[in-house]
């Protein structure tokens, strides 16, 4: 279990460069943030304005993508020094974001995740994920890991393991057992102090869970999960 900062409501959550990138939400509290895995402190932060509400962020071909929740804008930084380079829109609420060898993968709250192109952010195409036949809404922050797509159910401990070919969930991942790992403060609140933050270390397999106002960082191992079908095209 390693530190986390109370005080940052987890949006987006992202290993880039060998350290933590985290997204932070709230109106006049949002920001992107630069960390040290091992202890938490912080080594780079860049604000938003006041009336934007950051979301999920990834970090791909040098830059990081950022999303808004209403603002319908993602805002794509230098990821060496956060200069913002670009602004690219979309319609509807920024929930979630990732990436994979070639496109941005992003939710909306809904069952639906879109692969959009990175240079202009138009939808390629787009998978609604299901439980055999039940769809699974409210997916949030996302972490394309092991070629699948790990997904926070938003106020849930869940987190669906989602093949990136069908939107098929093959796994569950059941987390509950974390947040009872640590004393939750007087103003603790079971609604929004959630579940929502996955990065993955590939060099080292490793796997990072926390949510929202929490005081942790989780560290894990994951085994026996399942393997893509194929390739997504």
């Not at 979301?55 to 929740?69: A, N, P």
């Not at 920024?94 to 709250?109: F, K």
């Not at 439980?131 to 997916?139: A, E, M, S």
Request: aromatic content about 10%; hydrophobic content about 40%.
């Amino acid at each position: 279990m390693l530190a986390h900062a109370r005080e940052d409501f987890t949006e987006g959550l992202e290993i880039c460069d060998g350290a933590m990138l985290e997204s932070t939400g709230l109106y006049g509290l949002s920001a992107l943030i630069r960390k040290r895995i091992d202890d938490g402190a912080v080594l780079q932060r860049r604000p938003l304005p006041a009336a934007v509400f950051g979301e999920g962020i990834t970090c791909s071909g040098g830059h990081v993508y950022q999303l808004t929740w209403h603002e319908q804008l993602a805002v794509v930084y230098d990821a060496r020094d956060f200069t913002p380079q670009r602004v690219l829109h979309y319609e509807g609420e920024g929930w979630g974001l990732t990436h994979d060898a070639r496109h941005l993968i992003m939710s909306d709250g809904s069952a639906t995740l879109r692969f959009r192109d990175p240079d202009d952010f138009h939808v390629v195409r787009s998978i609604e994920v299901r439980d055999g036949d039940t769809p699974v809404t409210r997916l949030n922050e996302l972490e394309y890991a092991r070629g699948l797509i790990f997904a926070n159910i938003w106020q849930t401990d869940r987190v669906a393991v989602i093949d990136p070919a069908d939107g098929v969930v093959r796994a569950w991942l059941d987390l509950g057992a974390l947040s009872a790992r640590f004393d939750k403060p007087a103003n603790w609140s079971a609604s929004d102090d959630v579940l929502n933050g996955i990065a993955y270390d590939a060099p080292r397999d490793l796997f990072y869970f926390t949510g929202k106002r929490w005081p942790a960082l989780f560290e894990l191992r994951l085994h026996g999960l399942p393997k893509p079908s194929r390739q997504p095209h």
